[in-house]
Antibody, heavy 117, light 106 residues
Framework: EVQLVESGGGLVRPGGSLRLSCAASGFRVSTSYMSWLRQAPGKGLEWVAHIEKDASLKYYLDSVRGRFTISRDNAKNSLYLQMNSLRDDDTAVYYC??????????WGQGTLVAVSS | DIQMTQSPSTLSASVGDRVTITCRASQNVDMWLAWYQQKPGEAPSLLIYKASYLQTGVPSRFSGAGSGTEFTLTITSLQPDDFATYYCQHHKRYPRTFGQGTKVEV
């Protein structure tokens, strides 16, 4: 059974950093397409970042490019999102997801990131 | 970026109703369109991918149709478990944008 468990969220001041983790089980991240998505409180869904199977290609939402980095650790079977220079509008529940051919098939339960002074 | 627009934003319905939600893309996305269901406090779950392919385990009362710029999600006989918010998302290229959501309520 595919399971995804996010961690690392919390309260951070504007300009600060956080590293989100997503522990995967039931499949190998090394052979999977993976994404991060987010949902601001009371708002809709927003795709954030994607990493290809061979990790050679990574894609980012324009508003996070240069601040966020998606990566993975095959040995730990985990996905990460390093978030720097955080802003108020980055406040959201962040989900990791295992993708199919472009759609997000399996989602974690999410981790809340709150950016506030 | 491709903009996705759903209608209506809110839909009032009853158990047993046939419900249709529309999603329009600002550019041609061919068949690269997915639908998700989200219940309060839960993560989204995939219903439909490639416009009309039903995800494994999703009840057959859900169906998707369309191509190009106009798509629909239909629930043939609404069940109590179906009251939720539904989102479309294109997956033609990056960024993979979502519609604003359609809340199906009593």
């Amino acid at each position: 059974e595919v399971q995804l468990v996010e961690s690392g969220g919390g309260l951070v001041r504007p300009g600060g950093s956080l590293r989100l983790s997503c522990a995967a089980s039931g499949f190998r991240v090394s052979t999977s397409y993976m994404s991060w998505l987010r949902q601001a409180p009371g708002k809709g869904l927003e795709w954030v970042a994607h990493i290809e199977k061979d990790a050679s290609l990574k894609y980012y939402l324009d508003s996070v490019r240069g601040r966020f980095t998606i990566s993975r650790d095959n040995a730990k079977n985990s996905l990460y999102l390093q978030m720097n220079s955080l802003r108020d509008d980055d406040t959201a529940v962040y989900y990791c997801a295992k993708d199919g051919g472009g759609w997000s098939v399996n989602w974690g339960q999410g981790t809340l990131v709150a950016v506030s002074s | 970026d491709i903009q996705m627009t759903q209608s209506p934003s809110t839909l009032s319905a009853s158990v047993g109703d046939r419900v249709t939600i529309t999603c329009r893309a600002s550019q041609n996305v061919d068949m690269w369109l997915a639908w998700y269901q989200q219940k309060p406090g839960e993560a989204p779950s995939l219903l439909i991918y490639k416009a009309s392919y039903l995800q494994t385990g999703v009840p057959s009362r859900f169906s998707g149709a369309g191509s190009g710029t106009e798509f629909t999600l239909t629930i043939t006989s609404l069940q109590p478990d179906d009251f939720a918010t539904y989102y479309c998302q294109h997956h033609k290229r990056y960024p993979r944008t979502f519609g604003q959501g359609t809340k199906v309520e009593v």
